[in-house]
């Protein structure tokens, strides 16, 4: 059973005690014709899923959130969304958590790393229109608050470890004030201004780090954002370009002419 209300920012929020998939609910009205604005978030998501199809599993006091937008966006620049919903993200747990901003890092795009450690997620799922614009778009945020998976190949981390955490439903409120904020942000001003906060809540440049490229991996040094949102990888062979792929970072490897 839901309950629903509206919430600032014109965003209708639906809470579930228990879903599969608070994305896969969004994408599912976003096919019936739902308009923009609708918010779900579940106290237990039992299948939800992470990038390149990892289970992502949400216990009861984490964050399960997923949100529908249909910006109209060109697909040249679909990219610069998934940089806001970092953003956002970014934003709202700095504000929960004060005391750890300074530990806080974003990982391109939009993962959120707390001392190097993934504590929050955001899975993008999209479809086109006939003009070959962006009809619309589902954010799914997935934030460890009181537990944390173990995964073999990263490190991750629950805020419990560190703090006591807040209730999931404040740190969605938080989240979806953050979205409409940057929204107008992008819509009135460009992307210019969005693109320095990113980049100042990122990795700093010469951070060494590697892209999957089809079977196999691209090394380098982060060398910050193409004006659509792009990430820019220095490499033996010049600077790289990737709209899509996942990102490892390696902090302690550094290029010695950006140090």
């Keep these: 059973m839901a309950a629903a209300r509206e919430g600032g920012g014109g965003w209708r929020l639906e809470t579930y005690e228990q879903l599969p998939s608070t994305s896969d609910l969004c994408a599912a009205r976003a096919r019936a014709g739902e308009s923009e604005g ?23 006091g984490n964050l399960a959130l997923s949100v529908l937008l249909r910006p109209q966006t060109p697909l040249a620049i679909a990219g610069q969304w998934a940089l806001l919903a970092g953003v956002a993200l970014f934003d709202a747990l700095a504000s929960v958590a004060p005391a750890l901003a300074a530990e806080l890092r974003l990982k391109w795009p ?56 807040p209730a999931p439903a404040i740190l969605a409120s938080a989240i979806l004030d953050g979205l409409a904020s940057w929204r107008v942000v992008l819509q009135q001003g460009g992307f210019a201004r969005l693109r320095e906060a990113w980049l100042g809540y990122a990795h700093p440049p010469g951070t060494g780090l590697s892209v999957a490229c089809g079977d ?43 140090t």
Excluded at 222 to 244: M, V, W
Aim: glycine share 12%; charged share 20%.
């Design 38 to 60: 609708l918010a779900v978030m579940a106290g237990q998501q039992t299948s939800g899923r992470g990038r390149g199809q990892r289970v992502w599993l949400s216990p009861p």
């Design 110 to 165: 939009n993962d959120v790393m707390l001392a190097g450690a993934k504590l929050a997620g955001i899975l993008i799922e999209s479809a086109t229109d006939a003009a070959g614009r962006s009809d619309w778009m589902v954010f799914g945020f997935g934030v460890n608050l009181v537990a944390a998976p173990t995964l073999p190949d990263r490190r991750t981390v629950a805020l419990a470890e560190r703090m006591a955490p």
């Design 216 to 258: 196999a991996r691209c090394h380098g040094y982060f060398a910050g954002l193409d004006e659509a949102g792009a990430l820019l990888l220095a490499t033996e062979d010049g600077i790289r370009k990737f709209q899509t792929g996942e990102v490892v970072l390696d902090a302690a490897t550094r290029s010695d002419s950006q």
